[in-house]
């Protein structure tokens, strides 16, 4: 009986020994949050919830947790002090508490990935550029200029194929479609940017109108860069193609439904949350 229970002993410790341990090392390599308003623009609706679809299965492929709220008050330093990196999924900070969370938080080694509609400004407009520190400095766009339309995949050149975001991208993919942003500032022109991705001549035209400003024909594009001061990269895709001709709202089009542009997307938030580089997919 002793003996028995000597053993039992044994085979209950190397049981707990073996749980524990693999709790451990399920133990998410990165906290991510991801902020969202979701309230404007149903191609933006669209996106949102598509992220919120993919990004938890990405999480457990890659050993980071993820985490979203549409409450803009948890923008609040206590509360991001559990997480190494925030997504800004559609839009912005407004209140000036929140905006100064986000900045100490920048400043003090946190890392960011904004999409599409999270680097916006217009004056004026319901959302103005009242806050220099983020759109020119930060993200360096300055205000929004233009967009093409309606929404089109394009082909997307690789600038720096040597960052970890793009090192494992084709010199040149297709994008999912989108609307593509033009900016105030000449992001080449800003020595702190480093531009990732840019609309390659190929693409062009881009965009089908029916107004002639919204086809594009020329130009230099950037669509993603990251600023060299902060742990942090800015991304163009994030609006879908949402059927409004039609007034049915139907979704035509998703961003997460392209191999090569996934790849940028998770290499790029790894290399944010420190977590351990991807895999051949």
Known sequence: MNAFFKLSVIVITFFCLVIEGGAQNNKPAF?????FTAKNDQAHISYVHEANRWFPKMATKYNFSYDSTSDWNNLNEEFLSHYQVVLFLDTRPEAAAQREAFKKYMENGGAWMGFHFAGFALTPSAYPQDWDWYHNVFIGAGQYKGNTWRPTSAVLRVEDGKHPATRRLPQTFKSSPNEWYSWEKDLQKNPDIKILLS????????????KPYEIWHSGCYPVAWSNKNYKMIYVNMGHNDIDYEHKTNKELS???DNKIQNRFIIDGLLWLGGGKAAASD
Do not use: N
């Open 31 to 35: 906290k991510v949050i991801a902020f």
């Open 199 to 210: 609309i390659d001549s190929a693409s062009f035209p881009l965009g089908t109108g029916p």
């Open 254 to 256: 998703f961003q997460f």
